[in-house]
């Protein structure tokens, strides 16, 4: 399993479809994925749910600004994933998560799993941790 981090930024939908693109190519290739999707914006993605095999967990703008570090860290207690975190931007400026302990969680599993964060925002500290970046212009 590679342990990459992609961190696509930009043109929201652009960076989450390219990041969908890349959950979709690991269900093809029969590993486990998992999609996580900070806001509820995309009133589209529940009706992925029944027609694809990756689970998705939607994490609403009131459930972001409750997360405390052990909810947060416990999202994130796979092995062998291949795991989008979209909307991130919107994840650390809601919840009362520090940059600091997201990089320190993300440094701890990207080691067993391939995660793939999505946001509108250039993040430095997510530019510095990321194996790969791509920025989508917005239109």
């Known amino acids: 399993m590679p342990s990459l981090v992609h961190f696509y930024f930009g043109d929201r939908i652009k960076a989450f479809e390219t990041g969908l693109g890349t959950i979709i190519r690991s269900e093809g290739h029969s590993l486990k994925t998992i999609l996580i999707v900070f806001n509820d914006s995309y009133s589209w993605i529940e009706s992925l749910d029944g027609r694809i095999h990756f689970q998705i967990q939607i994490v609403n703008k009131t459930e972001i600004m409750n997360l405390g570090l052990n909810t947060f860290k416990s999202l994130f207690s796979t092995n062998n994933r291949t795991i989008l975190i979209a909307n991130v931007d919107l994840f650390l400026h809601f919840s009362q998560i520090s940059i600091n302990d997201f990089i320190k969680t993300i440094e ?13 925002e250039m993040i430095e500290e997510l530019v510095q941790i990321a194996d790969y970046v791509s920025e989508f212009s917005i239109s």
């Open 108 to 120: 701890q599993i990207k080691s067993k799993n391939e995660i793939i964060l999505t946001s509108e």
